[in-house]
């Protein structure tokens, strides 16, 4: 991705909620390599300080160990939030459904009142989930949705929608310039080993000669987006004029499914490890795929980095995280 700087008179201060993420990490990265301020607020649940290691010392950038739903200091004065706090993997955010479904509400209340009392800017990382297990393929914005309101998956995609909610219902009472992105599967480096999604354990099973574990009958489908074309979108997204009318979908519109990818990541990884069939998770999605149309024409935006492309950097970090692990048993 080009990271030209911006002019001193055009830095601003952004606020990352949920920087010490995956993909939050990322973002924090770019905006400081482009000149921009940065406040990362993150709780630690699902990111690590070692996602920020690199550029801690930066003295444009500063981590605060937060969770939103308190509200935020309100003498942190900024120009822009992006709200990517949220445990994303399914595992995760079912460990403690409650404050899932707190952190998207209360949380994106917060920071929501917190843009306003600035002026600020607001992206919400809004995601696919909010189409349940959808009976529109490809999915596209205008698509309601299919979610179990009373499920395992609930505390997450109920709670992604009523943030989405809460950024219109911001922006029609003309108190924030709210945004929406609704992100579809996507992954990368910082991805951490233990984070229980397909990406991850196939990888990290694939390198350790494990067996790849297949839920389901793994005709299920998804779609992968790389994490520096999810980032460049979000940006874009952020940066366009006139805030677009409603959420725009990111994601990679290549689709796979569960059974493909994992005979692909076995091939890549030149592994011996075996596929094996374990049950279906409650209310897991059939099919997902993004219609892109609007990103196209509202941001200008596609995916770049093809999917045998992604994984190559992808392997290699979750090569160098076995390796730490095991030099670090040893020790
Ligand atoms: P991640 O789990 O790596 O990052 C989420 C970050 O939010 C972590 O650093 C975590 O510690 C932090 N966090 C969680 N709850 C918090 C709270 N209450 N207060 C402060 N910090 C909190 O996940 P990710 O893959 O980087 O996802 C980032 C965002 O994008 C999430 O909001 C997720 O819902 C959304 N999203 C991601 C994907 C994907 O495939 N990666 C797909 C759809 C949507
Ligand atoms: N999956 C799988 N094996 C795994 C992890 C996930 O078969 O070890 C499947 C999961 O059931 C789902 C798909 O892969 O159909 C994507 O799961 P993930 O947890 O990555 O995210 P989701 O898209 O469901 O939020």
Redesign the pocket.
Known sequence: MSVAKVPVSGRKSVLI????????SHLCEILLARGHRVLC???????TEDNLRHFEREERFRFIE????SPLHPKLKIDQIY???????PP?YQEDPI?TM??SVV?TRNLLEHAALFGARFLQ?????VYGDPEQHPQRETYWGNVNSIGPRAC?DEG?RAAEALCFDFRRLGKVDARVIR?????GPR??PD?G?IVSNFIVQALSGEPLTVYGTGKQTRSFCYVSDMVRGLMRMMAVEPAPKGPINLGNPEEYSVRHFAELIVGLTQSDSKIVYEPLPQDDPQRRRPDIGLAKKVLGWEPKVALAEGLLPTVEWFARCIDGRSERDRA
């Open positions: 909620a949920g920087g010490a993420g995956f993909i939050g607020v993150d709780n630690l649940q699902t990111g937060q969770d939103i739903c709200n990517l706090a949220c445990a994303a993997s995760h404050h707190m952190t949380g990382a809004s995601t696919s989930e997450y992604k992100i579809f599967n996507t992954y991805m951490q984070d999604r």
